[in-house]
């Protein structure tokens, strides 16, 4: 060490960055010193490498949820990152940990907002993004968020494992149920609250495939869209919440167990990691490898 740039130095540009010893060393060494230059040129420096990373695949990462000590409002949001092993990194877990807190107290509307809500430490999402990225060397996304509020209703959410969680709207405040409705949705995954919710589109595609199905058997047309009629009943019964089986109970509909507790859902959000990304297939020894090499 250059006898300008000493080890305390060094020590508090760490602290202060959160960046490697031998990356402080050379940034005092190049700025002779100079503590705030130093920040100024790493800050610069991780902007170029957050740049560099943001076309690379994100699909993992962790599901952060939050519901207010009132249970008037609920917040989520998935957070993504190239692989499990930084997703469990303690520096990436809090930053999810602090984008879910903020959410729950400010309303923001879309993904600009997002990038400059203001977190604790008083550093908007987007610069703790963008310097995570330079920390931990992956793609970091925020992909998505939801946050509800209510005035009369109530709020619940449940999280998987941090990579299934979801979020639950009431009529009525009641946190038990709501935490059993929103489990009962990560399990059984409806895309809807209730049938009035299917999309007509939908409908009829599903009974197009119904009623070629039901031709098949031969049997006459008024036969044919009683089965139909059948069918789509049955759909219904599986792709709404309110008409699916309750997963601690069968033999109840969550839209009676709901009913039962003098309640209704309102709205769902369900968030699983990766859903709908394209995923690099690495193993476990390549991802720890990756890290090493920094790529």
Do not use: W
């Not at 879910?100 to 400010?106: G, Q, R, V, Y």
């Not at 409705?181 to 119904?210: G, L, N, R, T, Y």
């Amino acid at each position: 060490m250059s006898d300008t740039i000493s080890a305390a130095m060094v020590k508090e540009l760490r602290e202060r960055t959160g960046s490697g010893m031998m990356e402080c060393k050379k940034a005092l060494v190049e700025t002779n010193g100079d503590m705030e230059l130093a920040i100024e040129n790493m800050r610069k420096s991780g902007l170029a490498k957050a740049d560099k990373k943001s076309g690379r695949i994100a699909a993992e990462g962790i599901i952060g949820v939050k519901v207010s000590d009132d249970g008037k409002t609920v917040a989520m949001a998935d957070v993504n990152c190239e692989t499990d092993f930084v997703a469990k990194a303690d520096d990436f877990v809090k930053f999810v940990n602090d984008i879910t807190i903020a959410l729950l107290n400010t309303k923001i509307d879309n993904e600009e907002q997002l990038a400059a809500m203001v977190l604790a430490d008083g550093q908007t999402v987007e610069e703790t993004r963008r310097n995570l990225i330079a920390k931990l060397g992956e793609n970091i996304t925020v992909r998505r968020f939801e946050r509800y509020e209510t005035a009369t209703g109530g709020t619940a959410c449940y999280l998987h494992g941090n990579k299934i969680g979801v979020i639950v709207e009431l009529t009525a405040a009641n946190p038990e149920l709501g935490k059993d409705i929103a489990m009962h949705i990560a399990a059984s995954k409806p895309i809807c609250v209730s049938e009035d919710q299917v999309s007509p589109e939908v409908i009829e595609k599903e009974k197009e495939i119904f009623k070629a199905q039901a031709a098949e058997s031969g049997k006459s047309a008024d036969i044919i869209e009683k089965m139909v009629v059948g069918r789509i009943s049955k759909f219904f019964a599986e792709v709404t919440l309110l008409g699916q089986p309750f997963i601690k109970d069968d033999k109840l509909t969550v839209g009676k167990l709901a009913a039962s507790k003098s309640n209704s859902v309102v709205r769902f959000t369900r968030f699983e990691v990766g859903e709908g990304i394209e995923k690099k297939e690495e193993n476990f020894a390549e991802e720890v490898m990756a890290q090493v090499r920094g790529s």
